[in-house]
């Protein structure tokens, strides 16, 4: 099946902690993102990568960090500077810039 | 100002009422205008996507936008219980990137 996968589904994390979310796509999609979702606030854009080894900041990029080595895959860190971590974390995928996003099912993390 | 309004919610209808969801927008750049449905702890789903003023109709929903007013809206008819949900508008601005409303919370009550 095709799709994207996240893990975990629920992690916790003590303050002061980096914490690394995966976000796997078999679409063979080239354009990958990263959303964080707080209640009432809808989706607000992290990173984003158009194609292997290259990535943007969105709108709120500080305190996290992405890499792009293969195009599979595209990790988020959480680092110990991000201020409110905790939240529901969206990876999504397409195929380019103007097309349809598809949505993995989400990490929710807790900081502890 | 944010770039798009979203009336939060929540909203609830009886089964079988149409609903009328709605967003606004600031900027007259923004195109490709799209609706996704988000069940609780789950990750969004594409319902309608469109380009141009007017109607797109699939099934029990239908997308219409109005790009000189800066408004859109997602109308759902016979709304089943099944819709309940959260209703994300969404919508292109430069570079590729997606704007999402802050989404509207519907229940739908047997």
């Known amino acids: 099946d095709g799709g994207i996968t996240q893990s975990p589904k629920y992690l916790f994390r003590k303050e002061g902690q980096n914490v690394t979310l995966s976000c796997e796509q078999n679409l063979n999609h080239d354009a990958m993102y990263w959303y964080r979702q707080d209640p009432g606030q809808g989706l607000r854009l992290i990173y984003y990568?158009?194609?292997?080894?290259?990535?943007q900041k969105g709108d709120i990029a500080e305190g996290y960090s992405v890499s792009r080595e293969k195009k599979e895959s595209f990790p988020l860190t959480v680092t110990s500077a991000q201020k409110n971590p905790t939240a529901f974390y969206l990876c999504?995928?397409?195929?380019?810039?103007?097309?349809?996003?598809?949505f993995g099912p989400g990490t929710r993390l807790t900081v502890l | 100002q944010k770039e798009v309004e979203q009336d939060p919610g929540p909203l609830s209808v009886p089964e079988g009422a149409i609903v009328s969801l709605n967003c606004t927008y600031s900027?007259?750049?923004?195109?490709?205008f799209m609706w996704y449905r988000q069940y609780s702890r789950k990750g969004p789903e594409l319902l309608m996507y469109t380009y141009s003023s007017g109607n797109k109709e699939d099934g029990r929903f239908t997308a219409q936008v109005d790009k000189s007013s800066k408004y859109i809206s997602l109308f759902i008819r016979d709304s089943q219980p099944s819709d309940s949900a959260t209703y994300l508008c969404a919508m292109y601005r430069g570079g590729g990137k997606l704007i999402f409303g802050q989404g509207t919370e519907l229940s739908v009550k047997p």
């Open positions: 999504a995928s397409s195929v380019d810039n103007y097309n349809e996003q598809f």
């Open positions: 900027n007259s750049a923004f195109q490709y």
């Open positions: 990568s158009q194609i292997v080894n290259d990535f």
